[in-house]
């Protein structure tokens, strides 16, 4: 078995900032950290989907850094529409392949994750273009029969929470196309949406994991507008058993553990 452990949306804060419904973002991630270090079988990464800081500053970069090196293991790091790009570049070691995106390919095991980079500096929409698409296409070439999942921020379908879904790629058919080609792409791992959600893009399962912090309403009205909930934040465990997928969800900020029941 191999674990992929998924963290997304932390929304990091400067230290003096003060803490968006009340919710102390930085002490979240801490409580994510822990808990992941705590897991009995060890992620062989944690892929993070973006949104990592709140807004991209300097100080909120360093904050997040700091809690993501008490890991203990590699992250495989994404930035999201709040993420400044450039300073994204600069604080992750990974082989970042394209001047002009942060997209990376990696080995896990016998896997390949490929972190998809589809934000648009200074924009909440993300962008399938030509030279992302081709990226792709090439990258998914050079092994098409390695299993592989892909990362990443925004999601590449609509979920029906419309204020949401307006910064979703609108060329949805065309990234929908690149996955048909390659069926070695079982996996897709979003962010953003700050709400778990499944759903499929070609032959690959596509889920958007749960955000460390708050969470989106759910509104499935057309024209729903900003809303925000506290429900229970978490991080997930995506385990590669016998050649498929398997998707777990751990909440944190909770006090009770596991525990056996009382034999009768
Ligand atoms: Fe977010
Ligand atoms: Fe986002």
């Given at each position: ?8 949306d932390?929304h ?7 803490l968006p419904c009340g919710v102390?973002h930085?002490?979240q ?22 949104d990592?800081?709140n ?27 709040h ?78 929470i419309?204020w949401m ?27 953003h949406l700050h709400r778990p ?13 749960l955000s460390t912090i708050y969470h989106v309403g759910l509104d499935?009205?057309?024209?729903s507008s900003v809303q925000l909930i506290r429900d229970p934040a ?31």
């Amino acid at each position: 078995m191999i674990v992929i452990a998924q963290i997304s949306d932390t929304h990091i804060l400067g230290p003096e900032e003060s803490l968006p419904c009340g919710v102390d973002h930085n002490r979240q991630l801490d409580l994510a950290v822990q808990d992941i270090n705590a897991e009995t079988v060890q992620p062989a990464a944690v892929l993070a989907t973006g949104d990592m800081t709140n807004t991209g500053q300097p100080d909120q970069m360093s904050e997040l850094t700091s809690r993501l090196d008490r890991l203990d293991a590699p992250v495989l790091a994404l930035p999201g529409n709040h993420d400044n790009q450039s300073l994204f570049r600069e604080a992750f070691d990974m082989t970042w392949s394209s001047p002009d995106h942060l997209s990376w390919s990696t080995q896990v095991d016998e896997l390949r994750i490929v972190g998809l980079d589809v934000t648009v500096p200074g924009s909440n929409h993300a962008l399938f273009d030509e030279s992302r698409q081709q990226w792709l296409r090439d990258e998914l070439s050079t092994n098409p029969n390695q299993p592989t999942a892909i990362a990443m921020h925004q999601p590449p379908f609509l979920t029906g929470i419309d204020w949401m879904d307006a910064t979703a790629i609108t060329n949805r058919d065309e990234f929908a196309a690149v996955i048909a080609d390659f069926p070695c792409v079982s996996r897709i791992f979003c962010g953003h949406l700050h709400r778990p959600v499944q759903s499929t893009v070609a032959q690959a399962s596509a889920t958007v994991g749960l955000s460390t912090i708050y969470h989106v309403g759910l509104d499935l009205e057309p024209g729903s507008s900003v809303q925000l909930i506290r429900d229970p934040a978490g991080y997930q465990l995506h385990c590669w058993i016998e050649g498929r997928w398997v998707s777990h969800t751990r909440y944190i900020g909770r006090s009770e553990k596991a525990f056996e029941p009382e034999r009768r």
